[in-house]
C-alpha cells in the first residue's frame, strides 16, 4: 500500500483546525531544556563485526558475576533448570506470541490454560487470567477491578506494599476521581489492622495488601479479609514473591477476593529488571471484570478437546465503555518459562525450594544480627527477605560491602526516610551457608 505524505497546505489546515500557528506552537508544552539541538551526538555507520565488538564491550562492564548479592525487593535470583530455556525457546513457543487467530492457536492457547490452572492453584482461586504485563501493573489492574466490581470511590493501600507498585497504582488512579488511602505499618512490620479498621467505611472498595510484604514479613491476610468483608469491601492481596505461594497459604483460601502479583520468581532470569511476568486471579463471580484475557478448555463438533479465547475484554474486542483494561497482550513467552518451572518442580519440589529459602532467611538473619552495631528491625514473621538496622549510615556500609565484592541489601531510605539507616535483605537457594557466613565477617569489618 502506497503512502503519500501530507502536503504544506494540508499541514496548514490542520494547525488552524486545532488553533496553533506552527509546529513549534504545537510543542510549546514540550521544555525548552528537553529538546535536542542539532544533530545527535552518535558515532558513524560501522561494519556488523565492527559493531559486534562495541556492543560485545558494553556488555562487558555488567559486573553482576564479580558481587555475590543478597538483593530482592521483588526481583529475585533463583535457581532456573536448563529444561525451561530448553523448552521455551523452541520455535513453537517463540513465534506464536498473540493468539489473534485463537482457533488455529491450540498450542499457544494450551499452555495459556494449564498456566492459569497454576496460578488458580497456588492463588486458592476460582480462575486466572493468561497473566499481566507484570506485578506493578497487576497490582493497578487489581484495584481498577475492585473498583469496578465495587463502584465505591475510595480504597485502602498498605504503605508495606511495594513503593514501585503503589506508585504505578497512583499513576493509574491520578484523574479517576478516587481515593488512595495509605495504611501505616506498625513495629512488627505488618499492616496497622487497627487503623485500617478506623478507615474503612461504606465508601471503600477494597483493602489492598502484600504478602510477604516489601518488608519480607507476612501478613494475616485472614484477619484483613474479614475486616474488609466485614464493612462490604473486596479483599485484594498481592504477591510480589510467587515462591512464597509455594509454602504459605493460598490467600484465595484466607479470604482474598482477588490475588495478584509478580511470577518472575517461577523460571525468568533477573535480566536487569525484564521482561517479567504478572497474574491476577479471582473468584468466579467477579470474571467478568477481570482484565486481560481468559482462555477456556471445551469440545469441538467431533468430541475432541480444544482451546479457545473465553473472555478478551478490552477494547480491541469489545465497546470501549465495556472494557476491562487497556491490556494489549499478555507476557505469553514468560508464562510458558512460569509453566514449565512449575511443572519442572511440581508439588512437593516447589514446596521444598520454599522452604530452603525460609530456611537459608531465617539462618542470615541470625548471623547479620549477632554482628555488633546491627539489628533486625521487625519482629513479624518473614519468608526470604528480612530488614537489618545498622549503628552506621547504610550509604558507608553499603560502600564498605560492596568493596569486597557483597551486594548486601536494598537501601529502605530512599522510599521510607524514617528507615534510613536499614536495609532489605533477601536470602534464596541460590547462597550457601559458607556465603552467608561470609557476608556476616564482611559486615564485621565494615562495622568495627
Not at 504485563?133 to 508495606?160: C, F, I, N, P, W
Not at 499513576?171 to 478516587?178: A, E, K, S
Not at 478478551?312 to 514468560?334: D, F, G, P, V
Not at 558507608?396 to 532489605?424: N, T
Amino acid at each position: 500500500m502506497s503512502y503519500i505524505s501530507i502536503s504544506d497546505n494540508d499541514k496548514r489546515a490542520m494547525l488552524e483546525s486545532i488553533g496553533v500557528g506552527s509546529v513549534e506552537e504545537l510543542f510549546n508544552s514540550v521544555p525548552e531544556w528537553t529538546r535536542v539541538k542539532g544533530e545527535l551526538d552518535l558515532p558513524g555507520p560501522t561494519s556488523e563485526l565492527e559493531l559486534t565488538r562495541i556492543v560485545s564491550g558494553l556488555a562487558a562492564a555488567n559486573r553482576c558475576a564479580d558481587y555475590l548479592t543478597f538483593l530482592g525487593g521483588g526481583a529475585y535470583d533463583h535457581f532456573i533448570p536448563a529444561v525451561v530455556d530448553q523448552l521455551s525457546s523452541r520455535g513453537e513457543f517463540v513465534t506464536p506470541y498473540t493468539p489473534y487467530q485463537p482457533e488455529v492457536s491450540q498450542g499457544t492457547l494450551q499452555v495459556s490454560f494449564e498456566f492459569q490452572t497454576l496460578m488458580a492453584m497456588l492463588t486458592g482461586l476460582d480462575i486466572a487470567n493468561a497473566s499481566l504485563y507484570d506485578g506493578s501493573t497487576g497490582a493497578a489492574e487489581a484495584a481498577l477491578m475492585a473498583h469496578r466490581v465495587q463502584g465505591k470511590t475510595k480504597l485502602l493501600v498498605s504503605s508495606a506494599l511495594h513503593p514501585q507498585y503503589r506508585e504505578v497504582i497512583r499513576t493509574y488512579f491520578r484523574n479517576l476521581g478516587i481515593a488512595l488511602i495509605k495504611l501505616p505499618y506498625g513495629r512488627d512490620g505488618r499492616t496497622d489492622i487497627e487503623a485500617a479498621g478506623r478507615l474503612l467505611d461504606g465508601e471503600t472498595a477494597a483493602v489492598l495488601i502484600q504478602s510477604p510484604n516489601y518488608f519480607g514479613v507476612v501478613e494475616d491476610l485472614a484477619a484483613f479479609s474479614a475486616l474488609a468483608h466485614g464493612r462490604q469491601a473486596l479483599s485484594v492481596a498481592v504477591v510480589a514473591e510467587a515462591l512464597s505461594l509455594g509454602l504459605l497459604e493460598a490467600p484465595g483460601r484466607l479470604g482474598a477476593d482477588i490475588v495478584t502479583g509478580e511470577g518472575q520468581s517461577f523460571g525468568i532470569p533477573l535480566s536487569f529488571g525484564g521482561p517479567y511476568l504478572g497474574f491476577l486471579a479471582t473468584k468466579k463471580d467477579y470474571v467478568r471484570q477481570m482484565p486481560g484475557r481468559v482462555v477456556g478448555m471445551t469440545k469441538d463438533v467431533e468430541g475432541r478437546r480444544g482451546f479457545v479465547l473465553t473472555l478478551a475484554t478490552r477494547e480491541q474486542h469489545i465497546r470501549r465503555e465495556k472494557a476491562t483494561s487497556n491490556i494489549c497482550t499478555n507476557q505469553a513467552l514468560c508464562a510458558v518459562r512460569a509453566a514449565i518451572f512449575l511443572e519442572t518442580l511440581g508439588r512437593h519440589g516447589l514446596t521444598e525450594l520454599a522452604r530452603q529459602n525460609a530456611a537459608k532467611a531465617a539462618y542470615a538473619a541470625a548471623v547479620l544480627s549477632s554482628v555488633p552495631g546491627v539489628k533486625k528491625k521487625f519482629s513479624g514473621p518473614f519468608f526470604n527477605e528480612f530488614v537489618l538496622e545498622f549503628a552506621a549510615p547504610w550509604a558507608e556500609v553499603e560502600a564498605g560491602l560492596r568493596g569486597r565484592g557483597i551486594l548486601g541489601g536494598l537501601d529502605l531510605g530512599r522510599d521510607y526516610p524514617e528507615l534510613a539507616d536499614c536495609a532489605l535483605v533477601c536470602v534464596t537457594e541460590m547462597r550457601t551457608r559458607e556465603e552467608i557466613d561470609g557476608f556476616g565477617r564482611a559486615l564485621k569489618e565494615v562495622l568495627s
